[in-house]
């Protein structure tokens, strides 16, 4: 969603500094002012940035530095990596104005030192790392100020009343920071107030907006997004006359929009999506300058109203997620500047406006889940720039327009479930854009196309009428990932060609009239999940190659013909759903199938046998089953006296072990010294006994793992065991006090749990919480480690990875930027990343872990420690390392979360890291980069945006790389993007137009750090 930038340009800041004459001060001489900077350049460590202040040049010739009549009044320096405090002779600088700070690594409280710069204009505090409340008297400020922005920090607390008596204040920035208590109604005092921006402070304390604010009547931009505003929209908001751009979008806002509100003459922004609005759309609307309006994700209801056809300067209409009803007006299709209309899961019907597109540079086309009828306008991709036609669930009717055909720029045309017949036009197959064809539930007819174009990877025309044979050229549907065209009318054999789609993860043909044997050799289907070829004619025998399927977990074959047995490979499937009902099969079921669990798999299969009871089965009968010349009263005598006779000795010998374990445990117990960091309920010795080779469930470079029963009631602990023969080596010394100093103190939801260390001269034990779900490489490597269930790797979809992302970058954050003394970790990796047993992310295995004494000192380590595939590149020639090796490791796992490969695992001669970036350059589409488990299209958008983190985080210089805190809000915003919005409308809406902005911004990254967002502010 595309909004207005910030009205303040990077030049402007200067040239607002003339608006108002510089008062007259003495100013320090040349010499004075030189020492006064070059201190200042001393106390922040001598940045490198700032290489050009010396004494051999005058400070007004520096160029971070703005001079008037001789004097310095400006200093910009933004970006330069600083990391101390602001000194206070900063303020020594008499005739100072403008002061841009902003993009560095400030720590510490809001700088009050500045309150003696008595002549400041502008402050620019954004994107630091500063902590606390916001001052009680920060109006001690000049009362000259204008312009502050303390936005993209930690701040917290209130917002204090005293900020309404800065008088001058034309720009208030307070975005993204940890605010949790209230913002005071003094804000409405500032009566020269242009621009206030408060959004993204979720932990505010609930509360309305003041009627207060409708005081400011020179405010042109009001930004409250996700800041948990309740309540009605103030009435009062028409006193807002300068009002432009309005974004209260995400909150819990209810009642009706005011009357008052679209009438705002200068009105040309209105973003209220998100909140809980009831009634209709209030007119007259007399906002003539609108250009974007988002009421979407409410609860209005009413007509869409035709004065929306007025507002000639329109181009973003986002109405969907309410309760609309009645007609589109038609005049909305002569819009000329639309270019995204989104009205789906409304109740609107009648027909579209007919002339949509014929006047205007439409981009997004969404009316979904309605109840329109009619046509589609013929005309919506007449200027060429459409990306989307989403048009599902619907009663529309007629064919498809041909004018589709020439519509290059097209990526999804979704129209399933309505009431469309004809056959489709056929350039439409071969668009060279067009990833998604769902036209699935209508009255299609025709043949299935010869030729596919290059990036069409979903096609679903089930429930139609489609006819005539599967075309042989299939093999060259070669980016096909879903084919489904159940319910039509296809008839002859399979192609083997079907077999040669590598890509291929659902196959779904149930309901045809295919005939013949299915084909016996399988070329390329290794990614394929899902197998329908149910009520058709197949006949001949199943080949046992479908056994040999890594990846399926859906087969069903029922209602053929199909003969002969059934293939005993098929038991080496983890199938979730079989069903191989109502064939000619015969013999016995294999034995992985002999059970209770598949009693519907094989019904009316009249010559098939079972082993085991299995409902609507006969029972195996054996020729060799003979009546026994024994007895059966001393054959059942013989067999409960051997029972029992097993029972008792193995009683006898589990007394004799237990007693023996628990005199040597006695003996051992007051060798070992137990440390706790947490409550518990378990002892030392509950711990010590259970280090059995049965409990083994991991092991690496410094100890072995065991999962360790605390109780009856299946609780576990994870105990690491850390053991020589004798004294503990000094390597292992240190790895072991790094990770009880660092898990031993901090506290942290992302982060495993520490519960105690029990110690003994030979042997060390870390004790912590169990993680359900092991560590994050068993789900994403099954295929190089088998013993891993490869169906359980499918529990792992884009929304859980994406999840373990932000999860995995919160524990990381923590590290690097809130604990003291920060940590950086070292050893990043896929297989430290514990999942618990609702997969949310641990950060574990600290044992090379370094605390950072003081940021921005590189700690030399003796010796280079990591994994291979994940050590950032300066390990090669440094042994010097800072928190960029963890963003570097982090970037790896990240590209292992989109493309399922190994950290190691990019060719033969490279790593995924280099592999990625060589697919980058080469600009490859994402898809063919996607771990087969996650290449549908769905969400494609949002999984290049990782894959683009990824690569950002991998740069090979380490100051091009983000910050951890930085990489964290990336990642939110990616996994927000999408939002509500996409998850209420389901698996079929096209969240690509949404998703645009992330993308835009991440590709940005790597040309400059400091980077607008859609906001005009920056996110980070």
């Known amino acids: 969603m595309t909004k207005l930038q910030s009205p303040l340009p990077g030049p402007f800041l200067y040239f607002l500094l003339t608006l108002t004459p510089f008062l007259v001060n003495s100013q320090p001489p040349a010499d004075q002012t030189q020492t006064i900077l070059l201190t200042i350049k001393q106390k922040w460590g001598n940045p490198p940035q700032l290489s050009s202040w010396s004494t051999s040049s005058p400070p007004c010739s520096w160029p971070e530095i703005t001079c008037t009549g001789g004097a310095v009044t400006g200093l910009n320096l933004t970006n330069y990596n600083i990391t101390e405090p602001i000194p206070p002779s900063i303020c020594d600088l008499k005739n100072l104005t403008l002061l841009d700070l902003s993009f560095n690594y400030f720590p510490g409280n809001f700088p009050t030192v500045l309150y003696n710069c008595s002549n400041l204009q502008y402050l620019d505090l954004s994107q630091n790392y500063f902590v606390g409340p916001i001052p009680f008297d920060v109006d001690r400020l000049s009362s000259s100020l204008r312009y502050i922005d303390v936005g993209a920090n930690n701040f917290s607390g209130n917002i204090p009343p005293a900020i309404g008596r800065l008088p001058e204040l034309r720009f208030l920035k307070l975005y993204n920071n940890r605010f949790n208590g209230s913002f005071p109604a003094e804000i409405g005092n500032l009566s020269n107030l242009e621009y206030l921006s408060m959004a993204y402070n979720p932990l505010f304390t609930p509360a309305k907006i003041p009627p207060e604010f409708g005081k400011l009547k020179k405010l042109t931009f009001l930004w409250i997004t996700s800041a948990n505003l309740i309540g009605e929209i103030p009435a009062n908001f028409s006193g807002l006359s300068s009002l432009e751009h309005l974004d209260l979008s995400s909150n819990d806002l209810e009642g009706p929009i005011p009357k008052a509100l679209f009438q705002l003459k200068n009105l040309s922004v209105v973003y209220l999506h998100k909140n809980r609005l009831s009634g209709g759309i209030p007119t007259p609307i007399e906002s003539l300058n609108l250009t974007q309006i988002d009421l979407s994700a409410n609860n209005l209801s009413g007509s869409i109203p035709e004065d929306f056809g007025k507002l000639q300067q329109l181009e973003i209409l986002h109405l969907h997620s309410n309760q609309f009803s009645g007609e589109v007006p038609a005049s909305i299709g002569l819009l000329p500047a639309l270019i995204n209309f989104r009205v789906f899961s409304n109740q609107l019907n009648g027909t579209l406006p007919p002339e949509m597109g014929l006047h205007s540079n439409l981009e997004d086309f969404q009316v979904c889940d309605n109840l329109f009828t009619g046509a589609l306008p013929e005309n919506l991709c007449f200027r060429q720039r459409l990306t989307g036609v989403v048009a599902f669930s619907n009663n529309l009717a007629g064919e498809v327009p041909e004018s589709l055909t020439n519509c290059v720029t097209l990526r999804a045309i979704k129209l399933n479930h309505n009431n469309f017949s004809g056959e489709i036009p056929a350039g439409i197959y071969t668009l060279s854009n067009l990833s998604d064809l769902m036209i699935s539930n209508n009255s299609f007819t025709g043949n299935l196309p010869i030729e596919l174009g290059s990036n069409l990877s979903r096609l679903e025309i089930s429930d139609n009428k489609f006819s005539g044979q599967i075309p042989s050229a299939v093999s060259s549907w070669v980016r096909l990932v879903v084919f489904m065209a159940s319910n039509n009318q296809l008839s002859g054999e399979i192609p083997v060609g079907l077999t040669n789609l590598p890509q291929l993860i659902t196959l779904n043909l149930a309901g045809n009239s295919l005939t013949g044997d299915f084909p016996m050799a399988i070329l390329s289907w290794g990614n394929l999940n899902t197998l329908n070829l149910s009520r058709n004619g197949l006949s001949g025998p199943i080949p046992a190659v479908i056994g040999t399927l890594p990846d399926l977990l859906n087969l069903d074959l029922s209602e053929n013909r199909f003969a002969g047995q059934i293939p005993a490979e098929l038991g080496q499937l983890r199938l ?123 092991s690496g470079g410094s100890g072995k793992i065991y999962r360790v029963a605390i109780n009856n009631s299946g609780d576990y602990v994870a105990v690491k065991k850390i053991w020589t023969e004798g004294k503990l080596d000094n390597k292992l010394e240190k790895e072991f006090s790094a990770e009880v100093d660092i898990l031993g103190t901090i506290r942290h939801c992302n982060i495993v749990k520490l519960l105690c260390c029990i110690s003994s001269e030979d042997s060390k034990l870390l004790v912590y919480e169990y993680m359900q779900n092991r560590s994050l490489d068993k789900w994403l490597h099954v295929k190089k480690r088998r013993e891993t269930d490869p169906a359980r790797r499918v529990m792992l979809d884009w929304p859980k990875r994406l999840e373990i992302a932000i999860g995995a970058a919160q524990g990381l954050c923590y590290m690097h930027h809130d604990c003291t003394p920060r940590i950086v970790h070292r050893d990043v990796k896929s297989s430290n990343i514990l999942l618990d047993s609702e997969f949310k992310a641990r950060m574990a295995d600290f044992g090379l872990a370094k605390i950072l004494a003081k940021r921005n000192e590189l700690n030399t380590m003796s010796v280079v420690a990591g994994s291979f595939g994940y050590m950032a590149p300066e390990y090669a020639y440094t042994t010097k390392v800072n928190e960029k090796i963890d963003v570097y490791s982090f970037g790896v796992v990240l590209l292992e979360l989109v493309t399922g490969r190994e950290a190691n695992d990019g060719d033969e001669h490279t790593s995924l890291a280099e592999w990625a970036w060589r697919q980058h350059r080469e600009g490859n589409p994402i898809i063919d980069a996607l771990d087969g488990y996650i290449k549908e299209p769905l969400n494609l958008e949002e999984k290049s945006s990782v894959f683009n983190l990824g690569l950002i985080c991998t740069n090979t210089l380490p100051s091009s790389r983000p910050s951890m805190k930085e990489v964290l809000h990336m990642l939110c915003r990616i996994g927000t993007v999408e939002g509500s919005e996409v998850k209420k409308v389901g698996t079929e809406y096209d969240a690509a137009p949404l998703l645009a902005s992330a993308n835009k911004y991440l590709s940005s990254y790597t040309r400059s750090k400091k980077v607008a967002n859609e906001d005009g502010n920056y996110v980070v």
Request: glycine letters at 2%.
């Open 576 to 698: 979730t759903t079989l069903n191989l009902s109502s064939n000619q099969l015969s013999g016995q079921i294999p034995i992985a199938f002999d059970n209770l669990a598949y009693d519907t798999s094989f019904l009316n299969n009249p010559n098939l046998c079972a082993t085991t009871h299995i409902p609507n089965v006969r029972f195996c009968s054996s020729k060799t089953r003979k009546s026994d010349n024994l007895s059966p009263k001393i054959f059942a005598l013989i067999l409960v006296f051997t029972v029992l006779l097993f029972f008792f000795t193995a009683l006898l010998t589990f007394f004799m072990v237990r007693d023996y374990r628990r005199k040597k445990l006695k003996r051992n117990l007051a060798a070992w010294k137990l440390t706790s960091f947490q409550r518990f309920n378990f002892t030392k010795a509950n711990i010590l006994a259970g280090l059995t080779e049965n409990n083994l469930i991991g």
